[in-house]
Nanobody
Framework: QVQLVESGGGLVQPGGSLRLSCAISRSGFAINSMAWYRQAPGNQRELVAVITSGGVTNYADSVKGRFTISTDNAKNTVYLQMNSLKPEDTAVYYC????????????WGKGTLITVSS
């Protein structure tokens, strides 16, 4: 059984910062990658940032230079530090974990809402 629980969402003014956390409880599977996705109203879910088990990161162009993904393996937690937030960052943010095996499986958190507004 795998559970992903996000925290850290809320309301923030433009230009502000937030840090999201995702605690991953797992039972005996190795993680291939962890990621953050987001979905704004009326839009499809999109990849925000991903980090592999080897520490390689990749970001959506819209957040490069502003967001940072990181992990604390001892705590089985993945973070998303978000700086210089913009109104267009408003969305529900979802944590994702992809195991090495079986291939093609994704685990998701329930999501946390971030609203960027003055």
């Amino acid at each position: 059984q795998v559970q992903l629980v996000e925290s850290g969402g809320g309301l923030v003014q433009p230009g502000g910062s937030l840090r999201l956390s995702c605690a991953i409880s797992r039972s005996g599977f190795a993680i291939n990658s962890m990621a953050w996705y987001r979905q704004a109203p009326g839009n499809q879910r999109e990849l925000v940032a991903v980090i592999t088990s080897g520490g390689v990161t990749n970001y959506a162009d819209s957040v490069k230079g502003r967001f940072t993904i990181s992990t604390d393996n001892a705590k089985n937690t993945v973070y998303l530090q978000m700086n210089s937030l913009k109104p267009e960052d408003t969305a529900v943010y979802y944590c994702n974990a992809r195991p090495l095996l079986p291939v093609g499986v994704d685990y998701w958190g329930k999501g946390t809402l971030i609203t960027v507004s003055s």
